[in-house]
Structures are given as C-alpha cells and as structure tokens.
C-alpha cells in the first residue's frame, strides 16, 4: 500500500465512507457489547457517515461533469487491478441516500432483540459494501463489492426473516449470484481483449472502455454485463426474487433491499453497461424499453392481487423501476435526470412505506391485508403518514415520485413519444394497487378481535418526521437534488446522439 | 550424492532424520504431548531449511528439483503437517493413538509430498507418490477402536493399490517407449513417430488412471467420500490438501518440463475436468454430512485446477499454485474446525450437529463460515482471488467453454457451502455441547483464516512470488 | 400591493388546512372551526381587494422555481386576469358559505379537525386550477382536488362503502388526468413551455389534426373531473361523503374544473372545429343522459347529483358553441343555486331524522320551517330554468348560442338542449313535490335546525335568483357585464334578433310551464313506489356501471390475476424451482453411485479405464 | 534381443490384464491383492524388456526399487487382513459397506 500516500493528494473521504462504517461493524462484533451499546453505536456511526455525506453533498453539488473527488492506489498489479474510487453527481446522490436509509434503518431496528450485536455489524457491513458499489471505478474492485454486499442481506434476510426466510435467502443469494458471475466472465473477456490490443492490460474503467469490440463481441460482453444488472434492478423476467426477499427480510432489511440494493443494478447500468458497449446499448435501448413497460404493468397488475401488504410494496418497487428503466432507454438528458431523482425519491418513499408496515406489523401482528383494517381511528398519526406515503407513492403532484415521474415522461416523450403515452395508464395501475392497500389497511371497521393498538411512538416519529419531510421537499423544490446530475448526466448521454 | 545433493535435499532430510527417531522414541517413551510437540518442532525446522537453505544445484542424481518451485512446496507441506500436528495434540490423546508411530507417519507423508512436488524422473515421481501413500493407507485408520476407519483404510488401501498397479505399469510402457525416465525426453517420446508411440500413448494413459486416483477425478473419485468420512479429521485433512496438492504440483512440473509435448493429453483432460465438475459439484448438493461434502467439494476444487492446467501457459500454472496455496488454507481450516469440535465419543458430522453452531462457538463458526465461502469463491477471500486467477487464465488460454462450466460448477457449489452457513447460523434449537477447543487448535485456525483473508485483500506479493517459481 | 401578495389568496387556506390537521385536535373545537371558515373568508377578501388586477391582460405573480427542466424551470406562478377573477370570487364566496354551514352539519361529529383540514385543502387546491400560470400548476391543483374530494367522500370511513366509493371517485378521475398529463406532454414537446399564455399564443402555429388530437385529450381530461360521459359514474356514488362536501365539491367547485380548463386553452381549443363538435356533442348527450337519470333517482342527494351532471353538460355545450361567457355565467349561477340546493336538502335530510329517500319522505311543507321550503323552491325555479331567474338566462344564453351556430349538428344539440330543458324542469318539480307536497310519510320525528344552518342558504338562493344581472342580455335591457369583463377571451360574439331571442325564452318558459305541469300532475299526490323496468334502468345510470365493470374492471383483475398467479408463480417461479430440483434429484441419483461397496469403487476406476482406452484408440487413428 | 520387444510387450500386456481381471472378478480381499501383485510383476516384465531393447540398466534398478515397494506395500497389506478378520470375521470386499452415499 506504499503508493497509496503519494498518489492521494487531499483526505481520502472515499475511503473512509466506506472504512467507517465497516469499523463500527468490527467494533459491534469483536467487544462482548450489550444491546443498547450496539445501537446507539450503529447510530452514530450512521449519523457520522451521513454527516460526511451531507459534506460532500453541499461542497460538491453543482453539477460539474467528472470526478468531483477520486482516490487510486496500486492493489494487484500483476493484472492492472488498481484500488480506484471515483464521485461524480450521479453516486453523490446515491451516497447520500445510501448514508440516510442507512440511519432511517438503524432507528427501525431499535426494536429489534434477537441477536443485536450482529444486526447492526451487518446493517453496517452491508452499507460499506454499498458505498463501495457507488463509489468503486476499477471493475474488480466493484465486483467485488457488488458480491460483499449480498452475504450481509442474505444474513440479514436468513436469520431475522419471516417464515419461509432461509429459501427466500438462498433464492436471492443465487438469483444474483448467477448474474454477477456472467458478469465475471464478460469481465476478464473484455479485459484480454483490452490487454491484447492495447498491450498495457488494466481493468480501470476509462481504459476498458476505449478497447475497440466487434458488434458481436459487444453484444455478449453487454448481454453478460445486463444479465446481471437486469436481475439486481428486477427487469420482468428475473424479477420472482424480490418479492419473496422483500416480504421476508426484516423491516430494516426490507428498506434497505428495496431503498439501495435495487439501484445498484441501474447505477451498474449507468455506470458499467452503457459506457462500456456505446453500440450495443443504442441498439438494444428499444428491447430495454419493451421489457421496462413490460415490468411496470405486469408489476403493477401482480401488486393488485396479492395479499400480502409487504409483496404489494415489492411489486409496486419493480412498477416504479420499470419507469426508471424507461427513462434510461429514453436516451434524453431530462429522462435521465428524472429517472436518478426517481431512484433516490423511491428508495425514500418506498423505504418510508416498509417502515410504517413494519410498525404496523408490530401493532397488529399480521401482514394480511384481508386481517387489517379501519387502522385511521385507532392510531390516526401512522394512518396519515401510511396515506401521505402511499400518495407519494402514487404520484401524487406536489409529493417526490411525481417530480421524477414527470421528468421522466416529459423527457421520454421528447425522444420517444409512443412509450411516454404507454407508460401513461401505469399511474392509473399504481393508484389502483395502491388506494387498495391503503383500503384494505386504514379504512372499514376494524376486525373484531383485534386490541387497542398504540400510535406512534417518539422513536417512530423520529424516523418517520424526516422522511415525510424529504418527501414533500424533494416534490416542491426539487432544484437542490437535480443540481448535481446535470452535468454527469450531459457526459455520459454525450456518446450517443 | 554430493555435499551439495545434500543440502539440497535438506528439508526432507530433516523431515526423514526427525520422524526416525521420533518413531524409535516412540518406542519406549508412551507420553504423547513431547512426542508430537518434538515432531511440530522437526517439521518447523524443515519448513525453515527449505526457506533459508541456498538453492543449490537444480538437479538430484536425475530424480528430484531442488528449485524455488519445489523448495516453495516443501516449506508448504512442511507447515501443514506442523499444523496437522498441532491439531491432533488434544485429539490423538484422547483417543490413546499410538504418539510415536503417529507423528512418524505424518512427517514420512509430509516428506514424501515435498520430493514429489519437486519429481523431475518418473522413478522419482513413483517413489515419493508410493512414499507417502503408503503412510496414509496406516494414519487412514490409524483409530483402533473406530469401524469406519478400518473400512475407509480398507477402501483406500485396495484401490490404491489398483491404482500403483496402473501407475506403475504405465511407467514401464512410456520407459519402453522412450527409453528413459527423466521427464522432459520421456514427454517427447509421444512426438516421434517411431512404431513405439503407441505404447507411449498407453503408459500415459495408464499413469493418468492413476494420478486420477490420487487427485480423485471423477471415474476414480468414488473412494475419496467414504475415506474422508472414515479417516481421522486431521489425516483428512492431511489427505484433502497435502495428497492431492503434491500430486497437482507433480503435474505442473511433469507439464512445465515439455510445454508442447502433451497436446495428445488435452482432449482427455478436457473430458476428465469436465466430468469432476459437472459430477462432483451435483453429488454435493444433496449431502447431509459435512465431511462428505468437503470431500466432494475436493473432487470440484480438482476439475477447477485441471482447467487452469490445460492450456499450459505459465499463467495456468500460476494460477494452478495459488489457488492450489489457497485451497489448501481453507481445506485445513475446515478440518481444522471439525477436529477442535470433536470430542471423546466422535466428530460432528451431520448438519443437524451443526445447527446453531453460529452462536454457541462464535469463533469457530466464523472460521467455518469463512473457510467454506472461500472454497465457494467469495470476494474478500482467497477463494475469490484464485477462481479470478483460474477463469483468467482458462479464457486467455482459449478455453472459454470450460471456463463456463466452472462458472456453473462454482454456482451450484454456492448452494452447498451456503446451505451449511444457514445451518450454522440457524435458529438455535438445542443440540449436543461440542468440545470447547484447546488454544492451540484456535491457534491453527487463526493461521488459516488469516491465510484466507490475506490472500483475498492483498494477494500481489504471492501472486508475484509464484510467477517466478514457474519452470 | 405588489403581486407575490396575490399568493396569500391560495395560500391561507392552505396555511390554515396545515395547521387545522396538524394541531386540529388538540385546539378546542371553536379555535378550529374559526381558523377555517376565517382562512377562507380572507381570500375571498383578498379576492375583491385585488379585483382591479384582473384587468385587461391581468397580473403574473411568480413564486420561485418549482421544477427545472433541461436549461428551462417551471416556477410557481400565478395568472390573475378577468377569467380567474369572477372564478376565484366564486370559488371562495361559495367555500365561505358552505363552511359555515359545515360548522353546524358537522355538529355532533367528533372528527372535526381532519375534515375543516381537508375542506381548506381543497379549496387551496381548486384556487391552484383557477389561478394556474402554467398547466404544471394546473396539474398540481388538478390532482390535489382529487385527493381532497377521495378522502372527503370517504370521510365516514368506518363503513367501507363510503371508502369504495372515494376509491372509485379517485381511479376514474385519474383516468381522466393522464389523458390530461398526455396533452401537457405534447404541449410541452410542441412549445417547449407549460405556461398558459404561451401555449395560446402558440396554438395558431400546431396542424390541424395535432390540434384536434389535443382537444379531444383535454376534453378527456376534463370529462373526468366533471363527471362528464364517459368518466361520469362516480358522481353519483360520491354523495356518499358529507352534505357539505357534496355541495362544494361535487356541485360548484370541483365538477366545474374541467369546464374552467376547457375555458383557460379555449384559443387553442377554438382553431379545431372537430374538437368544438366533440366538445359540444359530450356535453348535450352528458346532459340528457344526465337529466333521464335525475328522473328515476330515489335519494334526493343523487337527484341533485345527476342534475349537476346535467347542467355541467350544458356548460360544455357552451364551450363547444363557442360562447366562454355563455359557459361561466351558467357556471357562475348555477354555483350559487345548486349549492343553495344541496344545503338545503342536507337540512331536509337532517329534518327527516337522517332518511335520504325521497318517496319516504314529503309533508315538509306543513312540518318543517317555511323558510326552508321558500329557499329549496327559489334553488328549484333556478334549476328549472324559470323566467327572470338566474338559471334562466344563462341557459337561454347557451341555447342561444348553440342555435346561432346555424349547422345542422348543432341544431340537433339545440333540439337536445330543449329536451333536456323540458325534463329538467320535471325532475325539479318532482322533487320539489315529492319532498314538500302531501302527507308525511317517513316515521322520522323532525328537530329544529342549528341557525348555522339556515342563514348561510339565504344569500346563495338570491344570488341564484338575481345571477341574471351578471349577464343580462340586451333584450331585457342588460349589459351584458360578464362577457365585456371577459373581453377577448369570451370566445365567438353571439349576433341574433331581437325576435329569434324572443322566441327562444318563449319557447323555454312553455318548456318550463310544461314540465312543471306534469310534475304536479304525476307527482302532485303520492301515488306510491312503482317499480318498472324502466326506471331500474335509469335508477342505476343506465346500467352504466355494470358496463364499466365488465369492459374494465373485470378485465383488469383477471389480468392481475394471469400476471401475479400465471406468469409469476406458474411459469417463472415453476421454472427456477424445477430446475433446482431437477439438479438436485441427479445430484441424488449420482449420489448413489458411492454404494460403499468396493467392487463399484473398482468398476468406477473400470469406466475410466475405458474412457482412456477410448481416447487412446482416437489418438491412434489421428 | 532375442525374442521381438513387441512380443515382450504383447506379453507384459496380458499379463496385466489377467491381474486386473482377477482383481474385478474375485470378492476375497486376499485374491484383490494377488491380483494387484500379478499387476506389479506386469510392469516388472515391461520394464527388464524395455531395459534390454534400449540397452540401459536404470530399467532394471527401477525393477528393484518396485520389488523393494511392492513388499512393503504387501506388509501393509497383509496387517489390514489379519485385522479386518480379526474385527469383522470376514474377508469379503463388498460387506464393508458401513460408508456410503
């Protein structure tokens, strides 16, 4: 590691967002720690994550292209493998949602009290891995981040889960796994291929991607690159993973899975799949967008009759990243923008609905939709946050999805008008699956046999004040957010026309 | 024989001289901690002859290489047998196995191992193969009392016969076709095309069965289940690493030593890596017993090294080393974990013995779930490092095909290895209090864990050190 | 005043529908009634004190940047001008009125705070359409009423009903707005803004047929929040919600949005002959198919429910006729009558001890206080269309207006127009006998109603009778001081003699003579409940529902069902999990190879043996 | 040389064979490892053949170092014999089946 001082200029923040969290992991797990001292010590590693986060948020948010801080030191060099981290808008964003679901799940897993020590070790493993996602340029080193983060959720989701965890687990851990190893071997494919054209073999991300394919060579390289992109950011086909994770993991598991987990295979498209493969992808952006509108129907249409209130809310996460995804075919700079705020506003509103049916799972011990009910009379204050997020859930205007979801449809119709207006009818889906789940679960006379249930506690209010705040923030004055993809966003649509 | 042969066989001189008089001590001295305490201390002593002694002359009277390659692997096998040794203190003593014979056996195999990584001469390559072989037939059921160990000696003694029976079969049809021994001219003689190719093309075809024996690929792999079930812990873990990686270090220098002379081999290879995979890793998946399931998971990690040994680029056979290093690290660690366990009255063998395992013995059911996820391949370990090794140099060597099935292979072997760290982290029903575990043994699974982790975070200096070893 | 002050106009009821819902509870129930009715009341005032800034082209007030978008940014503004001055007046005059009289409906219910909440929220929400600079805001407004008046219809939501039936107002009204959010995209890939003004302007340069394209989506749009055919069947279930909503919500404010919109693009609506016919066409069929409904309806509430279908048809007849003056003053009046109506009938649902149907029901006149029969039957004559009313002529305007079109499609409105003028006046009559005339026939035993509210039906039912002098034609001497306040945006200048316009009010007050004859006659004695075929069919919309279920909504759950059951768990699920038992079946059956017998270990190493022979005889023969 | 070298061969070669064929068809452990031995003296043959054709004698000194480890090998041998019999009465390969699957 002795080139590391030289290269590094200024303080490595990278480096330390992503140490951070993984000390205070290690320090949970190696002292014999009491519960509470766990907590309160995930806590303020969250919070100090965040605090740094925030930093770099304010000093580096205007929206330059490039690198905005970048970290490199020599790790294998036998095979060009260099220990690079890069931030530019796009992963800025993503590594301040990253930093708040992270504290937002810490504060939904005060309850917990089986086995805390280890909880928030893998709460804090699983967000240094997700940093490193964000944040890593050089492909191994994002491989193997892409990997470490799945061992903490798969723990995450086995041991604390619901009933039928351990398959659901295992399910998840090789549903992906198999889509990271063909990215494995389209990895080290294209990187022979750099080596021997260009003699000087590296696996940086600049360097690959200056290597010159035949159109077939593209399509495969990209096709594995995509087969594992496509399952993490559950395009229809590979999608049967999510639902089962997501209702079985705990409640923080759940915020996480669906607030951060699901982006990193959309940030690898940014990021990896479409620089790498300029060709491919403009000629594949027409099958993505089919298989995008594909995802939000079909997702929209299984939420409406599933039971489970936990499944409604998986589903309704693949709904609303097929429109993602269809912004991102869209090949337009407002799409693109709209489509990394939706990113960010999902992950906060869905995350902010899995915490609310977490407490509501808590009060009334079911999850069933049919069992719920008339919940607006016994506990108003986590009924009017339940609505408030299903509404901005829906796309209610003045709430964050919307602000995403109309940039996304205004710039998608610039490009490609058809798959604006076919996407249109999906909010008329979310409202349908959706005002049912909130039907089934605020409204009617409660069930019989249920006892007085509790409204919210100051724990509770604490996680759910800022969500709902970020909420309604980000839907009227977006501005702040979308500063800093304008340039990025500019560059990487720059290749193509 | 030389004053310069001499030290140049140093290491296993030191590993022959020491298990002799420790087997003579043996003999009227019954205490068993000094005695296997003495022979953790010959093997050290070799491991540091072999590192510190000068390389001398490349060559010993035609049979063995005292080069860097060989010498790297007798510091190797020198420290898994301390390591082996370490772990059996608590558990030879508590099933009174006879101290002297036992430790004697270990360092004979551990010597045997360091001449055949460095075999240049067929006769070489027999000799130090039946050496150590003959070892393990004794330490395989070394446990008197115990059924399953004579059967699994029995079963490792017939077959293994058979198989030196081929083996040595073979040796005289390449000799007759060759007219030598010494490895590099004995490759060649598959090339002329004299009337005597033919019984070349048999002796290796017959010293394949064999050395398929050994590594257990898949026809000749049905043994290695039930032997690694029988066997002590320890001896399977002497047998998992030390048998089947000195016999993957003969193959690269039989391999090395005459680059193109084997291109008949390949398509047998091929089929043979193939068929490891394929079977080896979809026999695991339905394992019930732990030992079982790292003996199959031995047969896969065995078809992964022939497809990095086929292409026969210094990259292969680079490859095939760590991953061979790393391999090792976390078998033994495996073993490890299995022998600390154990108690009096037997080894937790069926998962249900290890349910919740996770919880009751935090550390070692970390160094388990570490072991078996680098043995997967997962990133942050070494396994990751060596299957990233592997694949890289099987596709730069042209064999993408086999490479995806590795692909595969290492997919279903994810099922496995994470079904055993669900169990061990399951819900903690009630089972059976194992053995706490002495210090020392937490010692060797400090040693192995470290190994895996280091390797999987900072591997350059290694990956450097083995580029040179190449021949 | 410099403009951002017109802000405070949507603002304070916003501001006090935050604070009522957030600490509504804990303030005594008094603080929270006032702090509702005075944030409406104040921009009602705020509305006369800024009136002068609606003349001629009218004030932009900006807020700040709400969304940007590529290099441009869409602010919050607002456009003060002659078409939004009268709306907003009437907007928050009426939402005055009825939140008075809320204070007294909602008397007894405990729940006070959430519904003053969400009443002020809607009303901020109706002034974002009204005040709108550019659709974005429009579109803020446009769904924020439809949250209100969801959560307002299933405000009693401990009957899961009065949920559905929000549930169903909400879905069908959203399918409306993408039709909405469809044009606002196009509008926005044509001209590259949002803002109103712009896009007016603009509107000369689009195709023809990219023009009509547009026209039909707004009228989609629109048809959706005023209940217009095809988005008009959750109307009638929406009454299921509090008097006081339905009187504000579902009579003069929200149900009129879409005529508003309609009014705002009329230059770019107007270059589309196509788009005016379509216009013109759903509001007449709306408007029959509306009044033939009113006729069979047992619930007095659902009676004035169809009725404002009814009369919200007629507005876009006028819009589709060209006349924009002609459609807001009929909207203007018929604000103030219909909701003079609903207030009263929640008194006359009060009175009858909470009972709704009309055939249960009559003898008020005796029983009941006289002032209340005396403000149902100014609403009514309103309603009917009466000479010197206001209803009168402003819906002798409309037919005005669509007769002087001349073409022989309108002319075939026009005809429709008078058949639903006719039928019209029955349903009123009807009522008005069914609920006053005769004996009483309900068991409920009537208690006095709360001053609250009686007094704030009073004002509504003379603006309702003298609403003619906003727009007094010429022929009576008026005038007309709406449509030269409109000025240019007053759409096609309607030019007839004096005689046609003679004959035309003849022609309707015969009408109404007419109706109200045979109202007293069928209705005049209560001759019990017949039940036909007939009226089933329109007691239930002409069956309008079971078509939507069929053509959608059963579809619709069948398809969630192929996807979530078929596709997902049949074909996806059974896949994976087929596969991973069929390697672990094989992985059993090699499995069993290893019989632990030696002789299969050894006949393994045999099968090797032959592999190897196999390939030796290969290399042989290469 | 004065018979053919292929002939020696040829010879060694069944020789094999009928070692392994003894030790597929024979179930008594004794007569496994009397196969086995038949095996070595196989390769024995080939190699002193093979030593004379090439004319070099390190064939013949591997025949010695082959006889040397085939006795060891049947030391071990016989030991396990005498204690399977002991332990279990028989000598039958296939009734220690005890591990399997």
New interface residues.
Partial sequence: MTTMATSLPQFPWLSLLIGLPLAGALLCLLQRRSAIECRWLALVTTLTTLMIALWLFVTHGDGQAGWLLREDAAWIPRFGIRYTLGLDGISLLLVLLTAFLHTVAVLIAWPEQRRVPLFMALLLILESGLMGVFLAVDLVLFYLFWEAMLLPMVFLIGIWGEEGRRRAAVRFFLYTLAGSLAMLIAMIALYLLHAAQSGAPSFALADLAQTRLTLTQEYLLFGGFMLAFAIKAPLVPFHTWQPDALSESPAAGSVDLTGLLLKTGLYGMIRFAFPLFPNATRNCLPFLAALALLGLFHAAWSAYRQEDVKRILAYSSISHLGLVVLGLAAWNATAWQGSILLMVTHGIVTGALFAVVAMLRARTGTRDLAELGGLWGAAPALSAFFLLFALASLGLPGLANFTGEILVLLGTFHTQPLWALLALPGLVFAAAYLLRLVQGALWGPAPANRGAIADLTVREWLVLVPLALLTVWIGLYPAPFLAPLAGPVQAALGGLP | MTWLDVLALAPVLVLVIGATTLLMAGAWYHETRPLIAGGIAVALVAAVTAGVAPPSPMEIAGLFSSAPFARYFAILWSLVAALILMLSLRYASEREFAAGEYVALVLFSAAGMALLSGATSLVGLFLSLESFTLALYILVSFHRNNNQGAEAGLKYLVLGAVATGFMAFGIALIYAASGTFHLPEALNGLQVGGHLRPWGLLGWGLALVAIGFKISLVPFHLWTPDVYQGAPAPVTALLATGSKGAVGAALVMVLASAPGAWQELVPLLWVLALLTMLVGSLCALPQENLKRLLAYSSVVHMGYLLTALLPGSPEGYSAVVFYLTVYTAASLGAFAVITSLSNAHGEPQKLAAWHGLGYRYPVRGAVLATCLLSLAGMPLTGGFIGKFVLFHAAIKGGFTGLAVVAILASLVSFAYYLRVVMVLYSSDEPAPALHPGTSLEHAVLLVCVSAILLLGLYPAPLLDLIATLIP | MNQTLLFLIPLLPLACAVLN?LFGMRLPRLVAETLAVSGVAASFLLTLLFWGYADGAGTHALL???????DI?IPFALHFDALAAPMTLMVTGVATLIHLYAVGYMHDEEDYA?FFGLLNLFVFAMLAIVLADNL?VL??G???VG?CS?ALI?FW????E???AG?KA??VT??G??FL??AL??L??LTGTLEIAAINARAASFAPEVLTALTVLLLLGACGKSAQLPLMTWLADAMAGPTPVSALIHAATMVTAGVYLLCRLFPLVSLSPDGMAAIAVVGALTALYAATCALAQREIKRVLAYSTMSQVGYMFLAVGAGSVAGAMFHLLTHAFFKAALFMAAGCIIHLAGGENDILRMGGLFKRGPRELFWVFLAGALCLAGAPLTGGFFSKDGILLAVYTQGTPLFLALWGIGLLTALLTAVYTFRLVYLVFAGEPRGHGHPHDLPLLMRRPLWPLALLGLCGGLLNLPPLVGGHEWLTHRLGTLAGREILAGHSIEWALAGLATGLVILGWGFARWRYGQFRGEQENRASRFLLLGWRADALVDLLFVRP??A???????G??RAL??AT?DGLARQ??A???R????????????????????L???G??L???VK | MIVPFAHVLIFAAILFTMGLGCVLARRNLIMILIGVEIMLNAAAVALVGGSAYWRQVDGQVFVVFLMAMTSAEVAISLAMVVYLRRRRGTLEADRFDGLRG
Wanted: net charge positive; glycine share 12%.
């Fill in positions: 819902m700040g940047t709400w969304l940007p978008v590529g940014t959430r974005l579109f803020l446009w769904e924020g949250l969801y299933g939501y401990q009957k899961s009065n949920a559905r549930t909400f879905l959203r399918v707005d993408i959010a469809a995209l196009w926005f890939a619709f759950t398809m969630a069902g192929l996807c979530a059951i596709c997902d996806v699920d994976l390697t672990t094989c992985g059993e090699l499995r069993g190879l290893t019989t632990g017998r030696v002789s299969t270990y050894l006949a393994g190493f045999v099968w090797g043996f592999i190897i022979l390939w030796f290969l290399a042989l």
